[in-house]
């Protein structure tokens, strides 16, 4: 089985659109999304819309959680306080139900899925560095597990023959799962890259071949912008689209 990984999409339609197009490509059988498909963006109905048409099985994101009350909007910058008050009022009342249905953590037989550390999930702590991978890791009970939030791809791999934990950080990468008793994925973002490439990040999971990797796609990030500016949305939410930051 192939599975896709999306990360944060944060209401970028191209960004999304331009993904799933190049991991249909892979031959994919199975959509995960690990939370964030709103806030910083203009078209949430459309993102939210599309990853339904999927069947993706989703997990609920910190800005997700935001716009339907359930955390306090101190926790965020002006910014992103703004944009998730936009986003409130755009969305129907499917799409609240919709992000009201997504579960803090999943736990399925080939992987368990969050936005960020199994560590208390629903206060979202970042996975950033190998103490934090550690102690999300402890906590998950399957093989596989994958998370997003920092926007930033990292992998860790907890390996049979050596006792520290391996971390590989990059914009794309590829590498095996055999011989790990368990890997954490953070599959960066597809709609708001913050390791300073722009181009759309997704990760694809092949459970018989034993792999992971890492893709980065270019997308029509001016068109992204132009919706932005179009709903009078903070124009650096436009502006870091191009830096990846
Ligand atoms: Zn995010």
Redesign the pocket.
């Known amino acids: 089985m192939r599975i896709a990984i999306l990360g944060?999409v944060?209401s970028n339609l191209p960004a999304l659109r331009r993904v799933i197009d190049a991991a249909r490509r892979e031959s994919i059988d199975h959509w995960v999304q690990v939370?964030?498909v709103v806030?910083?963006g203009a078209e949430p109905r459309e993102c939210i819309d599309l990853l339904r048409s999927l069947g993706a099985t989703v997990c609920i994101?910190?800005?997700d959680a935001a716009v339907l009350g359930m955390l306090d909007a101190s926790y965020f910058n002006h910014y992103a306080r703004v944009a998730i008050d936009w986003t409130r009022s755009q969305l129907r009342t499917q799409d609240i139900q919709y992000l009201k249905s997504l579960p803090f953590v999943v736990e399925h037989h080939e992987y368990t899925l969050t936005?960020g550390t199994l560590r208390m999930p629903e206060q979202f702590g970042y996975v950033l560095t190998v103490v934090e991978a550690k102690e999300s890791l402890r906590r998950q009970k399957t093989r596989m597990g994958f998370v997003?939030?920092s926007?930033v791809p990292a992998v860790y791999l907890e390996r049979t023959d050596h006792a520290d934990l391996d971390a590989m950080y990059a914009p794309e990468l590829e590498t095996s799962t055999e011989h790990c008793h368990k890997v954490l994925m953070n599959v960066g973002?597809v709609g708001?890259p913050r390791d300073e490439d722009p181009r759309a990040a997704f990760a694809i999971y092949d459970t018989d071949r034993q792999r992971i990797w890492i893709r980065r796609v270019e997308y029509d990030i001016a068109a992204a912008q132009r919706t932005i500016l179009a709903a009078g949305l903070p124009d650096v939410l436009a502006r870091r689209l191009d830096l990846g930051v």
């Open positions: 944060d944060h939370g964030d806030g910083y994101g910190n800005h936005h997003g939030h926007h973002s708001q």
